[in-house]
């Protein structure tokens, strides 16, 4: 299994291209793909116009939209013209509450998708529902990153953060050309369960199934040390010199962890190194 179809989505001609480069990157070393697609969003609120609204204002907003499209098309396409990959620019219109439709329609077929980190500076709010779209609504795993960031084509080290969860599982699966890859993987355990199916060796079936696939693995059981367990994976990969993070996305309600906070949400807000998730 390789990554052949690769997908990065741009919202706006400036700022980072962080994940443009990564998938470029990646689609050189697997002779896949590059699907790029441009956004034009309006991003008025739903609900902000009322039925007297005026016309003129929401074409306004259409014809924004449609100018903001165009010039991020056109800021694809100089960057992708000096490359040497095969590549693919689509280009959508759409309102901020219908980005999940039309992103899991251009998703739904690729094998990875490449984001930015969805929070941050310069980041607008049309980044998050992206990633959400491809995480639940097309079902492909998300390789997201911090700006300035890169995944080595050999990582040395990559942290697995295993729960046990069939989200976790999942992402494991989706990630296997990139723990194949690797020099070294850390199955990573937090406070396994006491009376969890795998308490007298967590992680040690996991760890038969990548070995089996040709990974080099080992099983690294810790203390929830920090209040946060997105702290404690984040400290682990820093001690260990990873490269990169394998976990599962949203455990817990999107919603639930939007108001309380959890180990994705927080994992997509604060990550230091490339994260690549999955549902």
């Not at 491809?134 to 997201?144: G, I, Q």
């Not at 942290?159 to 070294?184: C, F, H, N, T, Y």
Request: hydrophobic residues 40%; glycine residues 6%.
């Amino acid at each position: 299994m390789t990554y052949k179809t690769i997908l990065t989505v741009r919202t706006t001609p400036d700022g980072t291209t962080t994940a443009l480069d990564q998938a470029e990157a990646m689609v050189r070393r697997n002779n896949g793909h590059l699907d790029v697609l441009c956004l034009g969003v309006d991003r008025t609120r739903v609900g902000y116009y009322d039925g007297g609204a005026n016309a003129i204002a929401i074409n306004t907003m259409i014809e924004r939209a449609r100018e903001d499209m165009q010039a991020t098309e056109a800021a694809a396409t100089r960057h992708l013209q000096a490359t040497d990959v095969p590549y693919t620019i689509s280009n959508a219109i759409t309102p901020l509450g219908d980005i999940t439709r039309v992103m899991a329609h251009h998703a739904r077929f690729s094998d990875l998708v490449v984001m930015e980190l969805p929070y941050g500076e310069g980041q607008g709010p049309e980044v998050e529902p992206i990633v959400e779209a491809a995480l639940f609504d097309a079902r492909t795993p998300v390789l997201v990153l911090p700006e300035n960031s890169s995944l080595p084509a050999s990582p040395k080290t990559v942290v697995v953060a295993w729960d046990e969860s069939i989200e976790a599982l999942v992402a494991v699966r989706k990630a296997l050309p990139v723990l194949q890859a690797a020099d070294l993987v850390r199955i990573a355990v937090i406070d396994p369960p006491q009376h969890g199916t795998e308490r007298s060796d967590p992680g040690g079936l996991l760890c038969q199934m990548l070995a089996r696939h040709g990974v080099a693995c080992e099983i690294d059981v810790l203390s929830k040390t920090l209040p946060r367990v997105s702290d404690v994976l984040s400290r682990h990969a820093t001690d260990t010199e990873a490269e990169l993070i394998v976990m599962g996305a949203y455990g817990h309600s999107r919603f639930r962890e939007s108001i309380l906070g959890g180990t994705t949400r927080n994992m997509l807000e604060h990550a230091q190194l490339p994260v690549l998730m999955a549902h």
